[in-house]
């Protein structure tokens, strides 16, 4: 029977090219987007659902799995940035980043487990999370990211694996309101002197979903071009 994944920012970026991976390699895929709708395609359906808010979690999921039978994988890769400095956040667009990146992959988390018996969970967490970045406010969510990552492989085991990638900077929507400056800065820093495709972490994401993986739990698999070395 083909497996499934339950993929969150499904519309776009790394959950975009996520999308087309496990596709390629002929799984069937429930994607999940806020605003971008997409229509439904040969083994991928796809469901509106905001991830800030746990009734729509609750709904889309359902859904999904009542359309599909079974989930194999869910990856988090709803993600949103602030592009502020602390002092420059107001209490709307805090929650806002912290409910995305943080609360909504929490509770996309548990909403999954109602339904998958066995498989395996990728979180997307960042480099912002291992250096620290100019939005500290993204940084501290990214780095909970990790942290939930390992406490769920702990509580998972031995049925589910649970792992995160940690990518550098990546040509996505969320690196267009970066000051061009700080974008220079940063490609300058990366060894490889280019930035990643969302391509190369959506790879990464396939390789810890798959079998190839099967050893593999509470692991970051860094996909920086050389951003950080750890």
């Excluded at 995305?100 to 509770?107: A, I, K, L, S």
């Amino acid at each position: 029977m083909d497996k499934v994944v339950f993929i969150t920012g499904a519309s776009r970026g790394i959950g975009a090219a996520t999308v087309k991976k496990f596709a390629d390699n002929g799984w069937k895929v429930a994607g999940f987007y806020q605003k971008n709708k997409i229509e439904n395609s040969n083994n991928q359906n796809y469901y509106q659902l905001d991830v800030a808010e746990p009734e729509s979690i609750k709904k889309a999921f359902e859904q999904a799995f009542a359309d599909f039978g079974r989930v194999d994988c869910l990856v988090n890769c709803a993600g949103v940035f602030g592009y502020k400095s602390l002092a420059d956040y107001d209490w709307e667009l805090m929650q806002k980043v912290i409910g995305v990146n943080e609360v909504g992959m929490y509770w996309c988390t548990k909403e999954v487990l109602k339904f998958m018996q066995e498989g395996a969970i990728v979180n997307i967490s960042s480099t912002a999370a291992q250096v620290g970045s100019t939005d500290p406010v993204y940084a501290g969510t990214k780095a909970a990211v990790l942290g939930f990552t390992k406490a769920m492989a702990k509580a998972l085991a031995p049925k589910i694996r649970v792992n995160c990638v940690a990518p550098g900077i990546t040509e996505t929507d969320l690196i267009k309101g970066m000051n061009k400056e700080r974008f220079q800065e940063l490609q300058n820093a990366v060894l490889l002197k280019k930035v990643a495709k969302p391509e190369d972490v959506a790879n990464g994401i396939y390789f810890l979903a798959s079998g190839d993986a099967g050893h593999i739990t509470g692991a970051c698999l860094d996909i920086n071009g050389g951003y950080v070395l750890r």
